[in-house]
């Protein structure tokens, strides 16, 4: 099994090259793959490639960061063999502008409030942020940003809670302000709370507030393609749905 670099957590590498922005790991194996993704997806496209690499023997890269990073980056000529992004708009916006070919449905979520383990919102979210700040990732071009503004819209909280938000590069980076104690609360994905083990969920946002919530998968290279078949297969649903994603068609 091969090591690989993980953008928003470093694992040991043989050596690294800097690509279009991104830190991106080289590999000497015959057969491999980088697989730019969602930073969403970060520890469950950690495990699907453990196992990937452990059935096929193909070394796995992953590179992380927010969807509207990864599409664009992919486009521009990144050298992605497979790409994962959240939200339809971006999985649109790749199709029309590379060569990608289509995009499938991989995966499905569910957005929270996610707070320390202490954290509740009894007595509702305005209340339970006190003088602090809500974190999330940006609402104009990442996906979990605009999930959370239509959240906040369905319950009339946009205009109240807007002056009071931390925008953050993606959504794993939103979290970590609640981690570090400078936002009591983060809106995030079910998936996020599995990763954070030091945080937890205090508010389950309704289905009907927000546009479905589905991860995107689509190839560059004929191995990025059997990596993406893998994930829709039984045993990279049952990985990605450990970590918190719902299974294809599940919502």
């Known amino acids: 099994m091969s090591q690989r670099y993980q ?10 090259m800097i690509v279009a922005g991104f830190v ?3 590999s000497a194996a015959a057969e491999s793959v980088t697989v730019f993704a969602a930073s969403s997806m970060h520890d469950a496209l950690g495990a699907v490639a453990e196992h990937y690499e452990a059935e096929t023997q193909v070394d796995v890269t992953l590179v992380f960061a927010a969807s509207s990073a990864v599409a664009r980056q992919a486009a521009q000529g990144a050298p992605a063999g497979a790409g994962g992004l959240a939200g339809g708009a971006w999985a649109d ?3 029309e502008n590379s060569d990608v070919g289509d995009m499938v449905p ?3 979520n569910d957005l929270v409030l996610i707070g320390r383990n202490d954290a509740t919102v009894d ?4 209340a339970a942020l006190g003088d602090g700040m809500l974190a999330m990732a940006q ?3 990442v996906p979990a940003g605009r999930y959370g503004k239509a959240a906040l819209d369905h319950l009339g909280l946009w205009d109240a809670l807007s002056p009071r938000i931390i925008q953050a590069a993606n959504v794993r980076a939103a979290l970590r302000f609640v981690q570090i104690g400078e936002a009591p609360l983060a809106i995030g994905y079910a998936s996020d709370a599995v990763a954070f083990a030091d945080l937890t969920v205090v508010y389950e946002f309704t289905a009907d507030a927000h546009a479905p919530i589905v991860y995107s998968g689509g190839s560059f290279t004929p191995q990025g393609a059997d990596f993406v078949t893998f994930l829709q297969s039984e045993p990279g649903q049952k990985i990605l749905a450990n970590w918190g994603f719902s299974r294809v068609g599940a919502q």
């Open 106 to 108: 991989v995966a499905g």
């Open 7 to 16: 953008i928003t957590a470093p694992l040991p590498r043989i050596a690294l």
């Open 123 to 126: 007595d509702g979210i305005i």
């Open 93 to 95: 916006w790749l199709v």
């Open 139 to 141: 609402i104009d071009a």
């Open 24 to 26: 991106v790991a080289t």
